[in-house]
Structure formats: C-alpha cells, structure tokens
C-alpha cells in the first residue's frame, strides 16, 4: 500500500481499519466511489495511526486545480472548494467532466513514457537529465515537492510510488513490462514495489538517484557512420557466428548499462527505447489456439460484438409535432415585400449598425438606406453589366458574396439587392491566399453553381491577391470571375419609372449557403423563397420577436443562425442588429456584453466560445446589467460542452441581471435550417432539463442515465422543442431510415416548410438527404410528406424536448463503437486546458486505418509552450481518452509535435502465423512433394559436353596459364587502367604482368622471408599493382587476400576493418604501395588501431628487377589458392576459401557463358576486392585471355559519365557494374543524355551490360536506367542481372543473345519477369499474380545458371527438395563453390553446414552448398539453346536479413520500397528490428520543420501495406544510412549506430 503515498509500515493498523480500507478499495475498483472521495474517507481512516502524514495525498494534490504552488498541502481541501474561475483559456470546460479526467490520470500515474527526441543545437546533457523520466503528473505536485530542498525526503516517500519502479528499471535494465499494466486493466490492482524498497523507501530512492548518476556515461565523440564503407567501430557483444566486425571502442567504459539481452546501452535513445519496451503493454488477450488458416488472403481481425453491449429496450417512437403556426396575425407576402413596407413607411427606423474594432459604432443602416441601396444594386446589376452586348447576367443566376465578417452593412445591401434582381446569392469567406486548400473546395462549389461575378467591398477588394495585370488573380480551382465592387459611388441610380418585380415567396431559389462536409468537400444548400419566409415566420413565434426590438449578433452573418437572425428574420420585424465583429471580440471579448447594456438588447446571438471568453474578461467590470435580454439564444447549444459554459456564464451574470430562463440554447444545420430551440417560459416553453447518459451506452448507440459521480459519463441539455410548424422524428443511421427506438440515439428528422430544398446540382445525395421517408419497424411510413436529415445525431426527452448528442459529421466507428469528435474534444480540454492548448483551438478527426477509423486530435499549442509540456499533454490526453472513451488516439498536421500510439488502437491486424512447433513425420511432406509435381532443380549445361578435357587440365593452375601466355603471346594486351579524366594511366600484357609478378614473388621470399602456405594481405587501390601482386603471391605460393585500402580522410572507421582483416587472415605479411604503407604507420592511424601490431609491410613500388628461383606448383588442385573476404549487409566479416580447382573452374565457367575470347574486350567498373568483381577484374583475363578496361568506381565520383564514356571509347561488347554504379549514373547523367550525345557517346555497340549483386534484382533500377541511355543507342534487352554468394561467387549469368552469340545458340532467352502476391511471400509462399494486381512484387529472373552449376531449391527447416514455384533457400552445387569460410576463431563448425548440407530424403548423396538466400524456380515456356525449356531462378532476399514479425517473413526492401512511396521527402529508407519493435529510419530530403509530417504517412503505409505496426520513426539527414560498395544497405550498422545514439537524428518518435 505505500504506494499510495503514505508509509503504513511505521504503526500496524487495527483489523476494522484495515476491514475499512479493504472495502473502501472495492468501492473504487468497482466505481462506486470517485477516486476524490477513496482519498478523502481513507484520509480520515488512517489520520489516527500514521505518525506524521505530510499533508495529503500526492494524487490529492494532482488534482487540486488551484493555481500557485506555493499553497500549503494542509489547506488543499478547503480551498478546492471555492473554484477559482480565473483560469486563462481554457474554453469549455465541465467541472465534472475535468474532475473526472484529472482521477482517470491519476491512476496512470506510474505509467513513464518515452519522449520522443528532437535535434537541438546543443548535443550535450546533464548526466542526470539523460535519464530523468517525464513528469505525467500535473504541476502542483512537481513544483510542491522537488524544489523545496527541506522535504526532499518527504516528498519522496509520497511519490515514491511513481519515481520507485520506474528508477528501478534504469538500474536493472529489465525489458519486463511496467507494472502499470496492471493498474490499467484493474482499477482496484496496484503495482508493489521491490522488498528492499518498501522497506526504507527514502533510501531507496537516494540509493536510486546516485546510482543514476553513476550510470549516465555519454560518449559523445563517438565516430560518425563511414558511409564509403558502412563499417563502423562496434562493441562485439552481439553476434557470435563468424568473425565479426566489431572491435570494442577505445575508452570503452565499463558503467554501460546493459538491457536484459546483452546489449550495451550508453545513450538517450536506447534509455528511451529500453523505457518504451517497458511501457508497452502485453497484449491483454489471450494468445490464439488456433492455426494460420492457409487461404492466401489474411484475413483481418473483425473486432466481436461484445454479449454484454446495452441495447434499446424501449417502445418505438413516433413523429413529434411542433406547435402549430399562430393564424390571425398578418404576414406579409414575401421578404421583400417586408423591405419595401419599411424602407417606405419607416426609412428612419435602424436596422443595422456596425461595430468597429475599437467597439465605437462604424455606422447605422437605416431601413430607408437598406431599401434605395438595394434598389440601385438590383438595377446595377440587371442593366448595367454587360458582356458581348448581351446583359451579363438574367434572372436565376448565381452569383458570388465575397465580404468580410467586419462589413455587415455592405453584405446586407448586396444580399437584398440580389434578391431584388432575381438573383441567387452564394455567400462565401473571403479568399486569403492563391492556394489556400479551403478556398478550393468553395471554388469547386462556384463552378459547379455556374457563378460569373463575384461582389465585394472597395477595402476588401484591395486586399485580395493581384496577378502582375493589376486584376485580382485567379486562385487554385475557382471558376473566372468578374469582380463588382458594389460601394456607392461604383452604382448607377435607377429611373424614377423602374420598380423591381412584385415577387410572391415561390419554389425559386432564394439564396444558396456552402457546407462543408467531414472529407473537407463542398456542397451548397438551396434555400427557396417560400422556405426563407416559412423559416423568418417560424423563428419570429419560437422567439416571440417583436417589432423595433434590438438583437446583439456575436456571429457569423453570412450563414446559418447569424443570417436566419441577423439578415432575414429581423428584416420581417424591424428590429434593429447590433452586429459585433469577431475581431473585437478578439481584442475585447466582453464587448457583446457591453453592446447588450448599452443598446438595452432584448436578444442576443452567441456561442458558447463567447460566453466563455467573457468570463475570463469579466472582472473588474462594474456597471453591466444583463436585466434587459430576454433571450440569449446559444447556437451551438447541441455541443457537449455548451452546457458548462451555459452554467458557468449563469453562476457569474446572475448577480448582473441575467436570468436562468433567458438562456436558450437552440441546434440547426445547414440542411434543415433551425431544428430546435428552447422557449423562455412565458412563450409557453417546459423548464429546461438535463441529461446525464452513460458514455458507455452512448458509444453502442444506446441511452442509459447514470449519476454524475461516474468518470465516463455525458451530460447534455436539452435544445428545446420542435419549430412550429415542424414535425421532428429519430430515424436509424445507417441503412433504411426506420424509426428509433425511445432509448436509442439516431438521426434527427424534420418536415417543415421552412428547410433547405436541395444540394446544388447533386441529385442523388439529395434524394437521401431532403427526401428520407421514415418508416416503422413494420415498413409502414409514417407520413405522405418527406422528411430532411439534419445530421444531428439525438433522440427526444421528456416534455418532448430535443436532445442533441453528437453530430452525423463528427461520428468516428472505432471497432463497433461509435464515438463523437466534440466528446473526444471535450475530454482532451478537460486534461489541462488554461496550461497547454491555445485558446482552446482544438480539431478532432478521424482518418481510415486498415479498414477502420482511427482517431487524430489537432491542437494549437501555446507559443511559450516547451517540447516537455506538448508531449506530456499529449500523453496525458491519450491516457484521459483511454479511461473515458476506451481507445486512443493519434495526432498529425505539419506538427511540432506528434504522438501516435498504433499499438494499442489497431485492433483488426491479421491474425499471428502460429508455426507447427516441431517437425513431425506429416512435417516431412512439407516438402511438398505431391504426386506428379515436378522437383525444383535446374543446372547450367553440362562442362563435358563443351570442352575437350585435355584444355581444361591445362589451366589448372592460373599462375601456369599466365605463363603460358607470357610465352605464347607476349605482347598481348591483358588490361587497360583508366583514370578520372578517362586517360590511360597503366597497361599490361601477358609478359608484362609475369614480369611484375616474379618480381614481387622474389620480394617476398627475400624481404619478406615468407614460406610456401603463408597468408599476405593485397591493401592497394584498384589497379593493375593489385593484379601484379595476386599472382606474385601465386608464383611463391603464399596466399593472397585482397583487402580495401583505408580512407586517408576517414581512418577511424576504415583502418579498424582494414586491421581485423589482416588480422582474422592471420596474414604474415602486408604487400602495398608506399603511400599506403605510410599511412598504415602514421599518427593519424595510431589514434585508430595498434600499429606495432601490423606484420611485416612490404611496399613494392621500386622492388628491384629479380628472377624468381623456381615458380611454385601446387602439389594438388585442392590447395588454397586465395582468401575471399567481404562484409556481409548484416555487418559480418566472413572470409572464404577458394581452392585452385574452384578458381579455374569459376573462369571457365565464365568463360563459356560469356563468351570471352582473346579478341573480345570488356569493360569493368566494379571493386576488385571480393566476390565476381575480385575474378572479373584479377583472374578471368588472364585465363580467357580477353582484354579488360578497368574503370575503378571510386573515379565516377569526380566524373559520373566515365564507364559510359570508357564502353562507347573501347566499342566493349560486354560491360559489369554495380547497382551502385548504375544509380549513380541514372541520378547523375539524367539529363544529361543530350550533352553525352554529342561528346559522341554511342552505347549501340553492349550486347551485354551485367550488374552484379548479391541480392534481388533491383527492376526499377534496371528499367530507368535502360529507358534513359536508349537515346544512346543503349539497345532495349542488354541490361541484365548476375547472382553469387558467398558460398559461391557466381551462379547466374545473363548474356545477352544478340549477333554471334545468338547464331551459336549459346545464349538463353530473355530474363522473365513474374508477379508474386506480397502477402503469401510473408507465409514463404509464391502466389502468382497479374501484373498491376493490389499487393503484387515484380521479380526479374536473376540470370542463366552457369556452366557446371546445379540450383535446387530447399525447405528451410525440413531441408526436404521442394517443387516448381514453391519457396525456400537455394542451394547450389558446382566445382567452383568454395570449400569452407575461414576464421580466426575456428568457428567453421557453426558453418560446416554451409558447405556440405544433403537433401533429408530423395537425393541425399550430393553435396550442396547452402547460400542463405531464398528464392524459387520456376520452369518457363521458353526453351533453351539445348531446346529443353528454360528453367528461371527468382532471387528473393537473403534470409539473415528478413524480419520475423507476427509469425510472418518479411523482406525489408518491401517495407523500405512502401515508405519510400510514401512521401516525396523521403530520400531513402531502412528498417530493422530491435527486440520486437519494427525500427524505421527515413532520410529526410527537406526541410527539418517538416519532419514530423513523415510520421503518421511511415506509420499508415507500413500498416496499410504490410499490416505491420511501426514501433519507432527515425528521421535523420540525407546521406546518413550507410551503403557499402556493392550498393547494399549496411542495416545492422545502421541499428548498432541508432543504439549507440551516433545518428544524430532529426526526430525520434516513438510510437506507443
């Protein structure tokens, strides 16, 4: 129980006491009490029995919301209960509803959660800040005890409950889940803290607080990610397989915190990321017994309609009659009819006087003005205007009113005058900007209307937006416009002889008024005439107007209630508006009040947001009397947060004058017009009432009243009664409108003659809306007249009032349940409202998520508000939202700050892949090896049947054909060396380079003293040194491993794997140029590595001329020949062992694919370090004899076009690059084809241009690069793709069959492309689909199998052969596999594996060697040169890298390819798992204030997509994920940098 912030542990408390405390608990698990009321009665249990209680209780203090902190504890109660009403901004607020937000807070309090980290400019933090945790509780309780040094200790036994679990979670880095979880599930249900802890709280939390400081250990020199090499310093924690890049930094300090799994944590991040594992809660349902139906589709989760949902139970409604229309009184005609019998009769009688923005009266329209202004508009317009000769406009056109909301009196008069000339008025705001969005929609509704001329005001008119003509410019989807400016110097004064037509109040449209729907687009409603003077004459009896009577107008005049009041409805009766600008209101919000007194106001139009700002403003006002209203009428009186207003504004003007039944709050919507409103009493109207309804209930569509105690609760007032003349009824939402029943929420309806008629244009929606016909449940409908929707969601009370309870627009179905967005924004005011959101600006929607709604909240946050205060609100708001409304929400909108919380409010995610959790005998089929389907497995073609075998023993040995050459053909050129400039800058024939090498053989006999068998590492840059030193090595036999050179301006990085490959090769001997021997030595590298560790360095620039004694030849094809080293994507060093019999046999093999002859030359801009690209550059020449162009790829940097320019210079037939090399020249030559065009670069001469990879076909890559360079003469088929591996460096080959080849019939078909279904891809199946289908893949075969190469395709787990078209890994057999990785550490067993894995059942003899990627065969209709049909090979991805997530295999390029889609900013992307939350990092290409809008696009299109939850959205600068050379994403240095904190991100966000 100490966690309730009381020590109980110093005196044991009597049996009754604790029997009372028991019940107390069960009371308020089971809401019976309110949290304030557990507090006070246990207050009072325990006030005997604690020794020293220090004032109340922390939550207590958290909830007083007393501003100051300076109050004492003791007094808390007493002072909450005078409610201090000076609270700045905090719009509407219930105090119940607060209250009741405040207790649901509290019970999170324990809850920590991770702040989400921004860039600042300063990187460096105090120790102890890194750590601190957010403060969710609110400011009273912090500024009360933290900063009063003589209670520390005090403070920190009451709140030790929030500080104590969280603290020991720093220390002992658990990954268990908070504690907190229990405490949301079970009210009653408390997190206990450790023993120890509990025992002498105070230490422990001192204990804590000095722990804490000892652990916060920042390095903040860590070094930045090498993006030349994507290898960076790492600590080896992790990765035990093979030999991994990860030397443990220097300075490395041994207080890093570790997490449960070993992972070292020194950084804000990893605290924040370790805090949020801790906070996300276990799933609270059970996990499913049954397994993954194997249907293809996944099925999405459809939430079950909960047994226990309320429903109606009440009788079915019936039609609700308003009061008849009074007869007897007269009436006039028409509206205009009323204008001209004032304008006439009474033309001194005000009508209108506008306000200034200092409150001073601008002017008074008299209704004689009013009336001629009206009469020179309408003759202005109908003979004046004309275009072609013709009248411009004719009777029934529409045309647009663009004022301000300061200009009611020009408004007025161009309104009348519309109307007068038989005109429609279209109302609309004033536009601000070319572009603005809003505006686009109104001009979709002008065009749509047909509207040609726009009036406004000379003042307004200069405001607008001019293009460079002076006129004003034609904003983004308006229709265009003539603009009239209608002050009364622009008019021309009628004949005394022309009179406008008498008009009777017919079926024509009168005006039209804009609404805006929830998807943002624009409809407008139609009001015909008949219905204006039904809706003036209904407005007049419900209000009991009167004539010469004054009305203050706060609203809007150009729409809804403040033109039915304000224009038209006060015209009929001569009464006389005060209308008060929104923008005084601004500067004086208490101004309609003073205008009320000062006017002696009967009436007066407002919203609840002017009630409340005039509270704030109230004081200090003496003189104000509010005794002359006799109705405020509130037009926004359906919100649920109008009644807090509506009491509070009482509780204050009461003692000024104002009476409780003056307030009459009213609901109308643009369709139906007025529907309801209240009546004061002596029109005849019922007392007013209040409804207190479940919020529960409310969700189901259900009404159940409940009592104000309860946390999730609704209290509404009612809107009064039916208009007269109007029958009202509650219709069903959705589907056929039958009738409600009497405790069930449905649709308001209304048959009037004084509702809108139509949607502008739209038929169809208008049949729905204005012409519903309701019907009983037995299908009988319940009048002959129609009914219109109103889109007020309600149902009717007692007295036959109307109660309102939401809004059709602003209805949200999350799940089954359906919740309202002005309840949502209710609750989200109610969590701090003077302390965080701008003057109460707040914005609720939903936005389609999987199929389902989910919630976006939008605030305006105070300009002094911090980063701290935005997310702790945020975080607060989501936990208010979960108590009250059971769900959470999500935020977006070009934010400074956003909180999304996928986890917890996507609830219809595929079920989870349950694995068969061993294999069984019926496992062994998974196989898949049904009756008559044929075994995946393909071969290149047969070596024997190619080549006579006598040859093929003669190139054994590459040193013997090197030879062989330099004596046979001397001078023939081998390789050509090209630089940046694409000069030549070294050469080499055949005797050349076995000059070269003996001389570098007999060095390292001599110098070297290095024996037969000795490993020596190759560091030179690209170039032909390299090829001399590779077969130097040969010539001696010592074993060459070719290693990348380091980066002279980035050695902190590259020098570490330059040193862990020289070390892990146990090299003897380092051979180098002396710039690089140098460097190897210098100072700058000594910072880096241990230089007295290097072996032997040997430089061999001006090694002297020597004869070896006598060329060394292996004693068998089986011996080491060299070491092939590389890193993998995953970030593991493995190096593998390549055998003279593998070397020449992987030549041959290239050879006969490629056709290379002595009289072909290729050209090659690959890295010559490893893989295809080391036997491409260092050993295929030399064995066919072809001529090689070398173009090194690190050149295209200061020259993008050189490869281009070398192949098009050197006429190469056949051409390698990387994927690297290739996006280099599409980014950087695109437009530059032209240019190159006339340089004379002409690519017609490829036949072949090969990318070499490791991975899956890039398509998009391939494609545009083929589709740019066709202008080159680049032909349409040459650009293929190769696959090697590891295990063997080269498996597929793709030679182009055009001219020679295509004659020999050597050459295969064209690479296939197929389209595989993404979502069976993730349950390893393939699922071929059409092109362009939703969630298809293409795939590009990965080339022809070589010469001499067997594929088979194998189950993963089983390793069973598996048939056509089905996925698993692919295996390979062939002489030029490699024989084994070799290590330092001897792990080969780990791998044995690798190299000699055998098929569980059918052909079990052969040895295979096992790549690590997954792929499928699949045999085509295309036959092959040997006419049999082709077999294709599909490369997929390599397993290491594929994430497991949900039972599910996923490839990241996929996720990768979605996010990159998802916005134009986004660079490039990569994503990685840590632990089990999916990590997305997105390089932003924009600017830095925009990152945030990324968020919730990477978080819906991961989801959409691949129906995965993002768990943390990483947005760094361009440039920062690591690429290694071949082009490939390093991820894992990529995920060992974010945990390291190195990424020096924009923003981090988590989501919860």
């Known amino acids: ?59 207590l203090q958290a909830e007083s919301r007393i501003p100051g902190p300076s109050q004492t504890t003791a007094s808390a109660p007493q002072q909450q209960k005078s409610r201090s009403t000076n609270s700045r901004d905090e719009r509407f607020r219930s105090d119940v509803h607060t209250e009741a937000v405040q207790a649901a807070l509290a019970r999170y309090k324990e809850r920590k959660m991770p702040m989400p980290s921004k860039r600042r400019s300063v990187l460096v933090h105090s120790s102890v800040e890194t750590y601190t945790p957010p403060d969710t509780s609110s400011a009273s309780e912090d500024e009360g005890s933290f900063r009063r040094p003589g209670r520390l200790t005090s403070t920190l036994l009451q709140s030790h409950s929030s500080v104590e679990p969280w603290l020991d979670r720093v220390i002992q880095g658990s990954s268990t889940s908070s504690s907190a979880s229990s405490t949301s ?195 202005t317009l109908l003979n004046k205007l004309t275009s072609k000769n013709e009248p411009l406009l004719k009777p029934g056109d529409r045309v647009a009113l663009v004022f301000p909301n300061s200009d ?127 809706q003036c004459r209904a407005l007049t009896q419900a209000c009991g107007y009167s004539e010469a009577e004054t009305l203050t107008n706060v609203l809007d005049f150009k729409r809804d209630a403040g033109l039915w009041h304000g224009v038209l409805t006060s015209v009929v009766n001569r009464m006389h508006v005060v209308s008060v600008p929104y923008a005084l209101m601004k500067v004086n919000p208490l101004s309609w009040i003073q205008k009320v007194c000062s006017y002696k106001a009967q009436a007066a139009l407002v919203k609840s947001r002017d009630m409340h700002w005039s509270l704030l403003a109230q004081r200090g006002q003496r003189d104000i009397s509010l005794s002359s209203l006799r109705m405020l009428i509130v037009a926004d009186g359906a919100n649920p947060w109008s009644i807090s207003s509506c009491d509070a504004f009482l509780n204050v003007f009461q003692s000024r004058g104002l009476r409780p039944e003056v307030i009459c709050p009213c ?138 309870v939401g809004k059709l627009d602003g209805l949200m179905v999350v799940g089954v349940r359906r919740h309202n967005a002005d309840d949502v924004v209710a609750t989200a005011l109610a969590v701090e409202p003077m302390k965080f959101v701008y003057r109460g600006r707040i914005a609720v929607f939903s936005v389609t998520v999987l199929h389902d709604d989910r919630i976006v909240l939008v605030a305006e946050q105070r300009p002094d508000a911090s980063e701290e205060d935005s997310f702790q609100w945020m975080s607060r708001v989501l936990q208010a939202v979960d108590s009250i409304h059971q769900r959470f929400l999500e935020g977006m909108l070009h934010p400074c700050n956003v909180l999304m919380c996928p986890h917890t409010c996507v609830t219809n995610l595929p079920k989870p892949r349950q694995k068969q959790p061993e294999v069984g005998p019926a496992s062994m089929i998974v196989g898949n090896l049904v009756a008559g389907k044929r075994i995946a497995q393909a071969s290149g073609r047969e070596l024997a049947h190619l080549e006579d075998s006598d040859q093929a023993r003669k190139f054994l040995f590459l040193a013997d054909v090197l030879q062989w050459r330099a004596h046979t053909t001397p001078d023939h050129p081998l390789f050509l060396l090209l630089n940046a400039k694409g000069t030549v ?147 593991i060093l493995a190096g593998v062992k390549m055998s003279h019999a593998a070397t020449s046999a992987l030549c041959r093999s290239i050879k006969l694919q490629c056709e290379l002859y002595p009289s072909r030359q290729i050209a090659i801009c690959l890295d010559p370090y490893c893989g295809l690209g080391f036997a491409l550059w260092c050993l295929c020449s030399v064995y066919s004899g072809h001529q ?85 003469g680049l032909p349409a088929r040459a650009v293929s793709t190769t696959f090697g591996c590891r295990v063997n460096v080269a498996i597929c080959l793709q030679p182009n069959r055009l001219g020679k080849l295509a004659e020999q019939g050597t050459a295969g078909p064209d690479p296939t492309t197929v389209y595989v279904d993404m979502r069976a891809l993730r349950h390893d199946r393939v699922r071929l689909v059409e092109r362009g289908s939703p969630h298809s893949l293409p795939l590009m075969e990965s080339g022809k199998i070589l010469p001499g190469v067997k594929v088979i395709i194998a189950h993963t787990e089983t390793k069973g052969p598996l048939g056509d078209s089905h996925l698993g890994e692919i295996w ?90 998802a916005h134009r900013s986004i660079a490039e992307c990569a994503v990685f798992t840590w632990t089990n939350l999916l990590v997305v990092v997105v390089e932003l290409d924009g600017l830095e204030q925009d990152a945030l809008d990324l968020v919730a696009l990477v978080t819906n299109v991961v989801l959409e997509e691949h129906y995965l939850v993002v768990g943390v959205v990483v947005i760094v600068d361009p440039g920062v994920i690591p690429i290694n050379s071949r082009g490939e994403k390093q991820r894992m240095h990529l995920r060992d940098g974010f945990l390291a904190d190195q990424l020096d991100p924009i923003y981090v966000a988590y989501n919860m």
């Not at 400016?485 to 406008?500: C, E, Q």
């Not at 009824?729 to 009738?739: A, N, R």
């Not at 049949?767 to 519903?772: D, G, H, L, S």
């Not at 240019?1235 to 090969?1250: A, H, Q, Y």
Request: aromatic share 6%.
């Open 1372 to 1461: 390979v057999s062939s002489p030029h596999n490699a024989t084994g990785y070799y290590t330092v550490y001897g792990e080969e067993a780990l791998h044995a594996d690798h190299f000699s894995a055998r098929l569980s059942f059918g052909d079990t003899q052969t040895i295979w060697a096992r790549t690590g990627y997954l792929g499928f065969l699949r045999r085509t209709e295309l036959t092959d040169a040997s006419g049999e049909r082709h077999d294709a090979l599909y490369v997929v991805g390599s397993l290491d890298e594929t994430l497991e997530l949900r039972g599910m295999r996923y490839h990241p390029i996929d996720i990768e390819t979605s996010v990159i889609r």
């Open 1 to 59: 129980m100490a966690d309730r912030g009381c020590p109980l542990e110093a005196a044991p408390l009597p049996a009754e006491v604790r029997e009372s405390l028991a019940e107390l608990e069960l009371e308020l698990s089971e809401g019976d009490i309110t949290q304030k009321g557990y507090e006070k009665k246990r207050a009072k249990l325990l006030a005997r029995y604690v020794p020293l209680i220090q004032g109340v209780d922390p939550s």
């Open 985 to 1131: 800058t070294s050469t080499a024939t055949c005797v050349q380079l076995h000059k070269r090498a003996e001389r570098v053989a007999a060095a390292l006999t001599e110098k070297g003293r290095l024996s037969v068998g000795d490993h020596v590492a190759l560091v030179y840059p690209p170039g032909v040194d390299l090829i001399a030193a590779f077969y130097g090595c040969l010539y001696c036999g010592c074993v060459p491993v070719t290693v990348r050179p380091p980066h002279p301006q980035n050695l902190g990085t590259t020098l570490p794997t330059v040193k862990m490959i020289v070390e892990v090769s146990k090299s003897a001997c380092v051979l180098t140029t002396q710039t690089i021997a140098r460097l190897l030595k210098s100072r700058e590298a000594a910072a880096a590595v241990d230089v007295r560790t290097w072996p032997t360095v040997l430089d061999t620039d001006d090694i002297p001329k020597k004869k070896v004694a006598g060329i060394f030849r292996p004693p068998s094809p089986d011996v080491l020949a060299y070491l092939d080293f590389s890193v993998s994507t995953t970030g």
């Open 408 to 534: 009611p009196v020009m408004f007025m008069v161009a309104f009348y005058g519309c109307l007068l000339a038989e005109l429609v008025p279209v109302p609309i705001e004033v536009p601000l900007t070319r572009k603005d969005a809003g505006s686009q929609q109104v001009g979709f509704l002008l065009g749509s209307c047909g509207v040609a001329l726009a009036l406004t005001t000379d003042a307004c008119q200069k405001g607008l937006p001019k293009a460079q003509t002076g006129e004003v410019a034609t904003f983004k989807g308006w229709p265009p416009l003539t603009w009239l400016v209608i002050d009364g110097k622009h008019l021309a004064k009628p004949p005394k002889d022309w009179h406008p037509l008498a008009q009777d109040a017919g079926a024509r449209t009168a005006y039209i008024e804009y609404k805006t729907s929830k998807e943002g687009s624009t409809v407008g409603v139609t009001v015909s005439h008949a219905s204006l003077l039904a």
């Open 185 to 379: 599930s079970h009210p009653g249900g408390r997190p206990t803290t450790a023993p120890s802890a509990a025992a002498t709280p105070g230490a422990a939390a001192a204990i804590a607080l000095t722990g804490l400081a000892a652990h916060t250990h920042i390095d903040l020199h860590s070094a930045p990610p090498d993006v030349t090499t994507g290898l960076m310093e790492h600590s080896h924690y992790e990765r035990p397989q093979v030999a991994s890049v990860r030397g443990v930094p220097r300075g490395y300090s041994g207080s890093v915190l570790e997490t449960a799994d070993g992972v070292p944590v020194n950084s804000r991040v990893s605290s924040k990321i370790q805090q949020l594992l801790n906070t996300l809660k276990r799933p609270k349902r059970p996990p499913l017994k049954e397994f993954f139906v194997d249907d293809f589709e996944e099925l999405l989760g459809v939430p079950q309609p909960d047994p226990n949902q309320p429903k109606p139970e009440g009788n079915q409604m019936g039609v609700l009659k308003g009061e008849p229309l009074a007869l007897g009184t007269p009436w006039p005609p028409s509206l205009l009819a009323a204008l001209q019998r004032w304008g006439t009769t009474q033309p001194k009688a005000p009508c209108l006087t506008a306000l200034d923005t200092t409150g001073k009266a601008m002017c008074t329209l008299t209704y004689g003005k009013l009336w001629s202004r009206s009469l020179k508009l309408a003759y």
């Open 1188 to 1272: 090689s162009v070398l173009v090194p790829p690190l050149e295209l940097e200061s020259n993008v076009s050189l490869w281009l320019s070398a192949v098009s210079q050197y006429k190469a037939r056949v051409t390698f690059c990387s994927y690297s090399v290739m996006e280099m020249c599409t980014k950087g030559l695109g437009a530059q084809t032209g240019v190159l065009r006339m340089k004379g670069v002409n690519l017609s001469c490829v036949r072949t241009c090969m990318v070499v990879a490791e991975e899956r076909p890039r398509i998009t890559l391939t494609q545009s690069f083929s589709k740019l360079f066709k202008d080159l």
């Open 667 to 804: 609901a109308s919507s643009p369709e139906a017009l007025t529907v309801a409103i209240r009546r004061p009493p002596d029109l005849g109207g019922p007392p007013p009432r209040k409804a207190v309804l479940s919020m529960h209930g409310l969700s189901y569509g259900v009404i159940r009243v409940d009592t104000e105690e309860k946390l999730s609760v609704l209290t509404v007032q009612d809107v009064g009664q039916a208009m007269p003349g109007a029958n009202v009824c509650v219709v069903k939402v959705e589907g056929t409108p039958y009738l409600c029943k009497t405790d069930e929420v449905g649709e308001i309806c209304v048959n009037s003659s004084a509702t809108g008629t139509a949607y502008y244009g739209l038929l169809g929606i208008t049949k729905n809306i204005f012409e519903t016909v309701p019907v009983t449940a037995e299908g009988v409908p319940v009048s002959d007249r129609p009914f219109t929707r109103t889109g007020l969601l309600g149902f009717i009370g007692p007295d036959n009032l109307v109660f309102i």
